[in-house]
């Protein structure tokens, strides 16, 4: 159990168009989905916090009108990254808190974006 | 806020020898403490995990300890195998997920 699916797991685009990723929690319901960002070789950088039905959390520094994230179900949350430029090029990750559990944290399989 | 250290930053192993990577933190705060694996291109694996009130978790050929007193926590690989290749990060929950800054551990045939 506890598995998070991740979509798409590689995506070529051209500069100023907009990407989506999905994130679901397959065999559970998340009332909270995370956002990272993974540059090589380092860890990994919290984006924003997703909270179904509401607005997401961002940390400092990130841009919300660039990474449009919406959590629209108990299953689903979308990270778009909106007129992508090639420093946007990164591995995104999503990780969702199972609704109700421990607080175990587990991870989709990750997002390799490459922005021509 | 939370501050999670990790070392190694990388680590090298013959096969069938142990590994141990260490972590400290500084909240006290902090009551769950996961081990995740991370293979190239792939995202974090939970592989095991240990909450504040006990000192040692173990399951097959990976154990975590912790000293809570010290503010730190261990992760230890017996018997490594190739496959054991990876990346590994700990993590300590407080009001959030803080991250190590991950070991690289290369396990040699």
């Known amino acids: 159990g506890a598995v998070v699916s991740q979509h798409p797991s590689r995506v070529i685009c051209k500069s100023g168009t907009s990407v989506k990723i999905e994130c679901r929690s397959l065999?559970?319901?998340?009332?909270?989905m995370f956002w990272y960002r993974q540059f090589p070789k380092q860890s990994l950088m919290l984006m924003a916090t997703?909270?179904?039905?509401?607005?997401?959390?961002?940390e400092q520094g990130v841009e919300k009108d660039k990474f449009l994230i919406n959590h629209a179900s108990l299953t689903l949350s979308t990270l778009t990254v909106t007129s992508a430029h090639p420093e946007d090029s990164s591995f995104y990750i999503c990780?969702?808190?199972?609704?109700?559990?421990?607080?175990?944290?587990?991870f989709g399989e990750g997002s390799r974006l490459t922005v021509l | 806020g939370e501050n999670v250290e990790q070392h190694p930053s990388t680590l090298s192993v013959q096969e069938g020898d142990s590994a141990v990577i260490k972590c400290t933190y500084s909240?006290?705060?902090?009551?769950?403490f996961p081990w995740y694996k991370q293979e190239l291109g792939k995202g974090p694996q939970l592989i095991i995990d240990?909450?504040?009130?006990?000192g040692e978790k173990k399951d097959q050929r990976i154990a975590v300890t912790l000293n809570k007193t010290a503010k730190h926590f261990s992760l230890h690989i017996t018997e490594t195998q190739p496959e054991d290749s990876a990346v590994y990060f700990c993590?300590?929950?407080?009001?959030?997920?803080?991250f190590g800054t991950g070991t690289s551990l290369t396990v040699i045939p």
């Open positions: 993590a300590a929950r407080g009001n959030q997920f803080y």
């Open positions: 997703s909270n179904e039905g509401s607005k997401a959390t961002y």
């Open positions: 240990i909450r504040s009130n006990v």
């Open positions: 990780s969702a808190s199972r609704a109700g559990g421990p607080g175990e944290l587990f």
């Open positions: 909240d006290s705060a902090s009551n769950y």
């Open positions: 065999d559970f319901q998340a009332t909270t």
